[in-house]
């Protein structure tokens, strides 16, 4: 039975990495690496669309309909290519049928258990589970697709979980061994991503206001990892997320620099900031860290952004309205006073028809927030006198 399955798994293996896409992502496929940079004389191609390797699409399916989905059958496939963790999941859930089945029937037919019934099933599937641990090496020593580590890390997760559900631990073993290959360049491949966003230099990119390309890179990719990792949390993984958020972060501040007027610099940032939390609200929980913290400054350079706007032409009115609700936050009502005077004056001072009804909504504001603390000061009419 063992050269039986060896060799079914060698030669269904075998066949099934030749429906791989031929393209495949390389050390100049980095997430801060630009689309037009320049590449030595030997260099590899890089993908067409870099974008691919840092958006999950539809790549997600393998942990959810498709992970119990009947295996691949090569020869029925030849015109189809697969990504690499579709493969893998054909692979895999191959050998948690075979090797579930093995195991009990072992057990039921020796009637043996524990480490007899480990020893047993070792020897009929040991070779087996040996070539296939030394075929995702060979894979993950030449990978740059990190999205596809983490969704390959993902199923090992749930195929253990569906083997302790049919009482199989006898494949244990065997996850840790692929989890030990696949965590060490899943992280290697990540921090080459977060370091190619530290070495980018603002001024080889075009001049322009809108969502930068590398920006969207980061978005796609951080929510794709962050939708895979709800169910299975890693402090690893969040980690790394908190690793390259503060190193894009960075990156938006350094390409809004090279902009001269501050106006210029905020409606950059706001554009930004506003694509990475749209991506990531839509692909993952609104409460997630990463959307919470893009929101929070989203919402601090839409208030800048309208004071520059608004400041030449009302900036004194708009003073007077932060202090005023200030005051009124601390309960300081008689200082209101001097605000109703102060703002008469600008608007007697003041030329044209807008600032006098500003600064009657000013005085209604003041007033009915002053009203909700009649019971306390004696009435808004007392004030007034």
Same mark, same amino acid.
């Given at each position: 039975m063992s050269k039986i399955y060896?060799?079914?798994?060698?030669?269904?293996?075998?066949?099934?990495?030749?429906?791989?896409?031929?393209?495949?992502?390389?050390?100049?496929?980095?997430?801060?690496?630009?689309?037009?940079?320049? &590449?030595?004389?030997?260099?590899?191609?890089?993908?067409?669309?870099?974008?691919?390797?840092?958006?999950?699409?539809? &790549?997600?399916d393998v942990l959810?309909?498709?992970?119990?989905?009947?295996?691949?059958?090569?020869?029925?496939?030849?015109?189809?290519?697969?990504?690499f963790e579709a493969l893998f999941r054909s692979e895999q859930? +191959?050998?948690?049928?075979?090797?579930?089945?093995?195991?009990?029937?072992?057990?039921?037919?020796?009637?043996?258990?524990?480490?007899? +019934?480990?020893?047993?099933?070792?020897?009929?599937?040991?070779?087996?589970?040996?070539?296939?641990t030394k075929n995702l090496e060979t894979y993950v020593n030449e990978c740059y697709d990190t999205i596809a580590l983490f969704l390959c890390a993902h199923l090992i997760l749930r195929y253990q979980l569906m083997c302790h559900k049919r009482c199989v631990p006898a494949l244990d073993r065997y996850w840790e061994d692929l989890q030990s290959v696949i965590w060490p360049r899943f992280e290697q491949i990540f921090r080459l991503n977060i370091q190619s966003i530290r070495d980018c230099d603002p001024t080889k990119f075009n001049k322009e206001m809108g969502p930068h390309y590398i920006t969207r890179r980061y978005a796609e990719f951080s929510a794709a990892i962050v939708g895979i990792s709800e169910n299975f949390p890693n402090e690893l993984v969040n980690r790394l997320l908190a690793e390259l958020q503060e190193e894009v972060e960075l990156f938006i501040l350094r390409m809004a620099a090279i902009f001269p007027q501050?106006?210029?610099?905020?409606?950059?940032?706001?554009?930004?900031?506003?694509?990475?939390?749209?991506?990531?609200?839509? &692909?993952?929980?609104?409460?997630?860290?990463?959307?919470?913290?893009?929101?929070?400054?989203?919402?601090?350079?839409?208030?800048?952004?309208?004071?520059?706007?608004?400041?030449?032409h009302f900036g004194g009115i708009m003073q007077c309205v932060k202090e005023c609700e200030a005051l009124i936050e601390k309960g300081q009502i008689d200082e209101i006073r001097n605000y109703w005077l102060l703002v008469t004056a600008i608007s007697v001072n003041t030329a044209g028809a807008i600032l006098p009804p500003i600064s009657q909504i000013i005085n209604t504001k003041c007033a009915i927030t002053v009203n909700q603390h009649s019971s306390h000061y004696g009435g808004i009419e007392e004030i007034q006198n």
């Open positions: 060896y060799s079914y798994f060698k030669s269904y293996s075998g066949r099934l990495m030749k429906l791989q896409f031929e393209e495949g992502a390389t050390k100049d496929d980095l997430m801060g690496i630009e689309d037009n940079a320049s &590449r030595g004389l030997f260099h590899k191609t890089s993908l067409k669309h870099k974008g691919t390797v840092f958006t999950i699409g539809s &790549r997600g959810a309909q498709q992970l119990e989905a009947p295996i691949i059958v090569p020869h029925a496939q030849q015109k189809n290519r697969y990504a859930y +191959a050998l948690v049928d075979n090797a579930c089945r093995e195991y009990l029937f072992v057990s039921d037919f020796f009637m043996v258990r524990g480490q007899q +019934a480990l020893h047993l099933f070792n020897q009929i599937l040991g070779k087996t589970i040996t070539l296939l501050r106006k210029e610099q905020l409606i950059y940032l706001i554009n930004n900031y506003d694509m990475i939390l749209n991506i990531l609200m839509e &692909r993952t929980r609104d409460n997630s860290k990463e959307a919470e913290s893009f929101r929070e400054q989203l919402s601090a350079r839409s208030g800048e952004y309208v004071e520059e706007i608004l400041s030449p």
